[in-house]
């Protein structure tokens, strides 16, 4: 027999104070607050990792996987690098910045990482990668020290950052799907949820 399930009064929702859908892309002053104030500390390992995970769109698996000889050769960081991505196996491709590049090789100089090694070793043991746990941490206490609520922040939000810039720049969909990586076009209209921001910014751009 079918029980139809009462909710109690007292009874909180699944989603009471928790922050439910995508986590928040930066913003062009936010990344500049966070970059700044790493380099200020001379935190040579989490800047790399914050311009690399901008630059390259990556999801978090994909980033921490990266080799020093994925995007160097012969001492030398590149303006583009290309791998293989876990979840789709499909091929990527993406940018490095001078400034990103600036600060991978002051961290591979800085850490004597070898070609072969990954390019942000966990420091209990360097045969293992930066794991995605201790990378998410980062990311929250990256975005708290600038006084941003950690709580609508991940590691999504880098892979997102940039893609979000570009679109808000050219309005060309089909550029961020390349640039991320992704199959379908509708998907990633999702991903950067950019059919409502749109809707919202006309909203507030008319007058009724």
Request: aromatic letters at 6%; one cysteine or more.
């Amino acid at each position: 027999m079918y029980q139809l399930h009462v909710h109690k009064p007292n009874q909180s929702p699944w989603n009471k104070d928790k922050l439910v859908g995508q986590k928040l892309p930066l913003k062009l002053q936010e990344i500049w607050a966070i970059r700044i104030r790493l380099e200020i500390d001379d935190r040579h390992r989490e800047l790399a990792l914050f311009n690399l995970a901008i630059d390259s769109k990556l999801r978090a698996c994909d980033l921490l996987a990266l080799r020093v000889s994925d995007i160097s050769a012969g001492g030398r960081v590149g303006s583009r690098a290309m791998i293989m991505q876990q979840k789709t196996q499909r091929a990527v491709q993406f940018e490095l910045t001078p400034r990103t590049r600036e600060s991978l090789g002051n961290w591979i100089q800085h850490s004597k990482l070898k070609s072969t090694a990954y390019l942000f070793p966990s420091r209990l043991n360097r045969a293992f990668h930066l794991s995605t746990r201790q990378y998410a941490r980062l990311v929250e206490s990256w975005v708290a020290e600038i006084g941003l609520d950690s709580t609508a922040y991940g590691t999504h939000s880098l892979r997102r950052t940039k893609a979000s810039l570009i679109y808000r720049k050219t309005k060309n969909i089909r550029a961020v799907q390349l640039l991320l990586g992704r199959a379908k076009l509708d998907s990633t209209v999702r991903y950067l949820g950019i059919e409502i921001d749109d809707a919202l910014e006309m909203a507030e751009q008319t007058e009724a």
